[in-house]
């Protein structure tokens, strides 16, 4: 008669199984009794490494943040910070479409983790090699917002299910909308990480703020 040996459970181990709950089914799923029955342990057992669903939800943003370190830091860019800061942004984005369900948990907490934090410090660097003064790139980070971190903050949200056709008996009152509307469609949804957030305005967005940006210095 053989036993398998059972992996111990550990931190990384509770938010790796959470973040991979939350790729197959989406935030919503990750529970402490669903995380529990993921790893096959008691849903007690738990708490001896996160404390609670709120640890959960901290602890998540730090893996993703790390992983969005790992996956700049093998960036190798070189002809100008614009270039470099350009680069690792849509790295960063990259993990985000692997995690869809991540930017919304990033929004959403109330604390920023150390490992966000040092994604930002390696955007200060750059730009401060590239020529700008602290001030400007103080402006620059607050020009940026969610996109130094790759992805954008949606003007609205109609949830998944919502069209981009405005109803007839709004139509008479929104004609510019509705010209709007008409001629535009998002139509790549292995670039999308929320209604309007696809990847070409996300990048038409970027460009836009890092040219501006780059006529400053």
Not at 24 to 51: F, I, N, P, Q
Not at 71 to 84: K, P
Not at 94 to 113: M, Y
Request: contains cysteine; proline residues 3%; glycine residues 8%.
């Amino acid at each position: 008669m053989t036993t398998e040996a059972r992996i111990p459970l550990s931190r990384e181990r509770v938010l790796r199984a959470a973040v991979g709950l939350a790729d197959e089914h989406g935030l919503r799923a990750v529970t402490m009794r669903r995380l529990a029955e993921e790893l096959g342990a008691e849903a007690m057992s738990l708490y001896y490494h996160v404390a609670k669903k709120e640890d959960v939800l901290d602890g998540i943003v730090e893996v993703v943040a790390e992983e969005i370190n790992e996956a700049v830091a093998r960036v190798e860019v070189s002809g100008g910070w614009q270039r470099a800061v350009r680069q690792r942004i849509l790295t960063a984005r990259e993990v985000f479409l692997r995690h869809r369900w991540a930017p919304a948990l990033f929004e959403a907490r109330s604390s920023t983790s150390l490992a966000v934090l040092r994604h930002y410090d390696t955007l200060v660097g750059l730009m401060r090699d590239g020529g700008f003064s602290h001030d400007q790139i103080h402006h620059a980070l607050h020009a940026l917002g969610s996109r130094a971190l790759g992805f954008s903050q949606e003007l609205f949200d109609p949830g998944s299910d919502a069209s981009a056709e405005v109803p007839p008996e709004l139509a008479a009152q929104l004609p510019n909308l509705v010209g709007m509307l008409s001629e535009i469609a998002h139509d790549d949804p292995d670039s999308t990480l929320g209604w309007c957030d696809d990847q070409t305005e996300f990048e038409f967005g970027l460009d836009l703020i890092l040219d501006g940006l780059d006529r400053l210095r």
